[in-house]
Structures are given as C-alpha cells and as structure tokens.
C-alpha cells in the first residue's frame, strides 16, 4: 500500500542556500520544484502580511510574533524581510539542525531510501503550508501557532487552504501521522485514507510504573521516519522489526489499533530490553539460516533430476 509520512517542520534552520536555484514563487523556471504550487497565492500573502507587520510592530511586538527575543530577535526580522530575495534549499536540508531531522539523518540515508522519502513525506510548514521535502524554500521563522495581524492565527489561516489538497493526496494510503498538536491544527482531516497510524512512547521502571516521553522524543520520530523508508513499511506490523533507540517495544495490549490496521501504538523502553532484542536478533539469524539451508537443498534437488 503507498504511504505518506506527515512531518512537522523545524524550528532549527539552516542558513544560506543556492542563489542560482529557481524562483519558488513566480515559477519562471521550468525546473522549479515544488508539489503544492496551489498554495502559491495564499503563500504570498502570508509573507506580504507578516512583513507587513513586522514594519509596524514594537521589539515587545514582535518578540511574541516571532517567538524569540535578544539576539536571536534581530536575526529572525531580518531572515523574514528578505524572504523573497533570499537563496533557496531543499526543505529537508533546510530544517536539517532540527532535532528530528537530524535523527533522520536523511543525508545518510541509501539512495531508494531518500527518494520514498522525497515521495511520501509531507511537510506542514507555517510560512508554506505544505511542503515536499525536496522544495526548495527560503530561510525563514514563522510557528504554526503565531497570529499574523489580520490573517489571524497562522494554523487556522491554512487549514480551509490545504485541507483539501491534503485530503485527495491522502486519498486511499496508509498515514503515518507525526505531526504535533499545533501543526495538525491546520488540518481538517476528512479520513480519506485507508488507515492513519500514530505512536505514544512510554518508559518503565522496575515496578512497573510508565511515564510518557516528552524529551526525546523528536530524535525516537527521526529514527522512526529512516525506518519507514528503510523498510518501505506501510502498517503496524512493521514496526516489530524496528530496533528503536533505547530498546522501545510495541505494547500490544496498551495499544488501540482498528480494522483497518490503524490506530495508536504504544511504544514502551523497560528494563530488560536488551537481553529481549539480543533473543530476537539470535533468532532471527536462526531463521534466516535455516532458510538459506532449506534454498540451498532445494537447488541441489534441481541439479540432481
């Protein structure tokens, strides 16, 4: 079943970018890339109404647009004013010092691995509203749930926008759902997929006492979007064979997962996790063995008549 990976974007950008690449917003270059070229009128009026405030707006004003102050404040006024001369990245290179997708390393991906990736991730991205992860986007800082003078809140100012558009592509596919609360915001999700799959992580201790993991948790996503294109895994079942970062198993019984093999999993660190995917791996290499051996006796069959 195809699948598509809905990301978050990244606080955490990158600088800098090609100045030769093409113009994202006027496409006068046939060689532009970019999959939601719909969105291209909305987008610009976000930026044209952003700058605009930015114009009028105190340094207390514009602290709370921007969600930084200091040092940090001045930086992010200039980057947003100079959006639309700016040199150009690929998004997923451009949000590449976040921390998830630093834990996706995509740079360090195989090949095919990168291009399921270019295919089937989805970005929501508060300045662009949907991204593919090979758009090329300038430097920017705009969150999901800043109020953009009288556009109001950014999430509700995409959702009637790209809802749709996001619907039909969805249309039919399995979903993995990675996004946070603030981006989903901008999403009226109409179900038109034939299953949506969402993770929770938990640890346990000793007595058996589980805590949800907040920390860290952006780095376990990263991981778990290499796995997906890895693996090309389109359902829940896949998730067995992933070895997550510090020993996350699926919990089947804490889990919630419907008739089309959607749902929540609980993913839980407990203590023991290493002997168990020692066992698993053990066994796994048992198999692959006796797999091989039962080949191997078969072919000598064939020889033999």
């Known amino acids: 079943m195809r699948f598509s990976i809905l ?54 004003e514009l602290g709370a647009l921007l969600g930084v102050k200091g040092d940090t404040l001045e930086e992010a006024v200039a980057i947003n004013r100079d959006i639309y001369r700016s ?11 976040g921390v998830m997708y630093a834990a996706m390393d995509f740079a360090g991906l195989p090949t095919g691995s990168q291009r399921r990736l270019l295919e089937n991730g989805v970005i929501f991205s508060g300045l662009f509203g949907l991204l593919r992860p090979d758009d090329l986007i300038p ?116 889990s919630e997962i419907d008739e089309s093999g959607g749902g929540t999993v609980v993913m839980v660190s407990s203590p023991g996790w290493e002997a168990r995917r020692k066992a698993r791996r053990k066994a796994r290499a048992q198999e692959e063995a006796e797999a091989a051996a039962a080949k191997a006796a078969r072919e000598r069959d064939e020889d033999d008549d």
């Not at 999901?144 to 556009?151: I, R």
């Open 139 to 254: 430097n920017y800082r705009l969150r999901m749930d800043a109020k953009v003078g009288d556009l109001g809140k950014v999430a509700s100012y995409w959702r009637p926008v790209l809802s749709d558009h996001l619907n039909a592509l969805l249309k039919g596919q399995a979903v993995w759902n990675l996004l946070s609360g603030t981006h989903e915001a901008a999403w009226d999700d109409a179900g038109t997929y034939a299953r949506m799959i969402r993770l929770k992580f938990y640890r346990e201790d000793e007595s058996g006492e589980r805590t949800a993991v907040s920390h860290g948790v952006k780095e376990l996503r990263g991981a778990l979007v290499a796995f997906i294109v890895n693996e090309t895994a389109d359902g829940v079942e896949a998730l067995e064979e992933w070895e997550a970062p510090d020993g996350y198993e699926v919990d089947h019984d804490g």
């Open 87 to 97: 040199p150009l990245m690929a998004a997923v290179d451009r949000y590449s010092p």
């Open 7 to 60: 990301l978050p974007s990244a606080e955490g950008k990158e600088a800098g970018g090609n100045p030769l690449a093409p113009d994202m917003f006027d496409y006068r270059s046939s060689n532009t890339f970019n999959y939601f070229s719909e969105l291209n009128p909305e987008r610009r009026a976000l930026i044209d109404a952003l700058q605009t405030q930015m114009e009028e707006a105190t340094e207390k």
